[in-house]
């Protein structure tokens, strides 16, 4: 029903309760009855020469529709056609993960005098990644002297999206299998760079300032410095979102929390240095796959398909698990291993040969047992199973590290650019 | 919706009030006690029916503001004023006039919206203004009634309806401009 102006209750107070005295003043004769009606009759009348002779139009819109966590903006409520009201009143519809301002999310302003549009301003800051609905809720007008009242109306809402802010993350750590053009990777193939690799006899085609004088005096021959060419890398981030657990307003927040929040570190770590990221989430139907990219361009790509991470909305779509890999790419799984999804994806990448981290996402204050002795006994039977998934994983040769920003991948990287020169057995 | 969730919400309502809103439903708790104080003063004999009449509307009003319980109010105590105080145009007749035309602004001021909103200033100093206008009205009205008294003139309710409704007059060209003025 389309909201129009009505009278308030104040109005028939006034109204009402003045006409009321007027009347026994006038029947039984008595002139203090008159004086204690005077102001609400004065109220009244004034109220009723105010009556509004236009329909406003209400609307909100979301100032920003795309944010990163922590970061604010506002929803702002418009009146339009509004010259006969005098205060407007707003409030939207509290959500999880949203901070207004008034906490309530309910705010008025006072208009000047027939002002044609009115707004109220409701500032707000997004606490936690994902999209969700903002700016619903109603909006209600008041004409002067509060004798008449609009709405309250809907408001609709606009959908918000978070980017996830990505964690710390910072890896001295060469990748292992530099594939690329340019980069900053060491590779195996020898070529122009800067990491020595072996002091060679001259061929032609060495250019002057390589030549080793030393080694070539004491040989007799001309020999010259060779060094390790410097490519880029392909990096796969594996994101698990069949499971989601922990507390998301906890000091650490879920599993898919810090599992999202590391892909984006360590994504926007490897595309700072020239690298190539693709992404994969387990778990998703849509807006699952991010191919192999370069640039500041591709990684806003890949945080807004984080963003769209919604825990466990399929666990049947990774049947088939098709990665579509190039060679030399380094598969990155973020992961609380507490599905079967994750444990078959990483074990069937670490059968084909390539280079899979796990990356454990479980954050260490999750407890799911404090009260019920039942709950205690399935987390604990849970945490028994996921050992074994996560024994399973290290058995079949890849390495589990927690997530622990700066530095996590650094020993791992390293064992397996060490690995990565010895000779290997590879199911194809 | 249904009367359960109703009630969910209207304690919801009044679980979320804000500062201010609270100090304007303990103002609408108060001035009705208050007024009934000064028809005592006044002479009213103090019975238990309209005691108990006025204090379960005063906390009918204070919970729900937006409703018809602040008329009741209203009429129970000018209604009680006619029935035990001999006609009077003495200071108490004033001080019940403005603690009805307070009572009357705190349940508006309170009614501008959810139990959470926040009044802004440019708001409550507009109706501050607009209080102490229609309290000088009643002052004129009292003033104008003692004259009359004192005049010794015959009974005639249509002359004093016809002088209010110049005051009522009178007053709303005066707000229009004042309101002019402000913008």
Redesign the interface.
Known sequence: MRPTWRPTTGLLRAALGSLSLTAVAVAVGRLDLLVLASPLLVCAAVAVRHRPGTEPRGDSRLLHASLREGEGTAVRVTLREAADVEHAVAALTPRRFLAFKPPTGVAGTTAPSAAGTITVDLPLATLRWGRRQVGDGLVAATSPWAGFRWGPAGLYSELLTTLPLPGRFDTRAPTPHPIGLVGTNPARRTGDGTDFASIRPFAPGDRLRRVHWRVSLRTGALHVTSTHSEEDSNILMVVDSVADLGDPEGTTGTSLDVSVRAAGAVAEHYLARGDRVGLRVLGATRHNVVPMGAGTRHLRRMLDTLAFISPGSNRQADARMQFGLTEGTVVVVLSPMLSEESSTATLMLADRGVSVIVVDTLPDDVDLGDDDPRLRLAWRMRRLERDALLRKVQKAGVPVVSWRGPGTLDEVLRRLGRRASMPRLARR | MSRLSAARSFLDGLT?L?GQQALLRVLVAALPGLAFGVEVQAGAPVQTVPVALVLVLTVISALVP???G??AV??VL?GY??IS?E???SWQ??V??GL??AF?VV??LA????A?????R??IG?WLR?TAL??A??VL??LA?RL??GLDLP?S??L??AG?LV??GA??TL??RL??G??
């Open positions: 979320g804000t937006d409703s018809h602040p008329l209203v009429l000018g004023w006619v105080v006609e009077s145009l007749l004033l019940l006039t009805l035309l009357h349940c508006l009614c501008y919206g959810p959470s909103v926040v009044l802004d440019v708001l507009l607009r229609l309290g009205v009643a009205v009292w009634a009359a008294g009974a309710p249509w004093f309806a209010l005051v009522v007053t709303g707000s229009r309101a002019v402000a913008g």
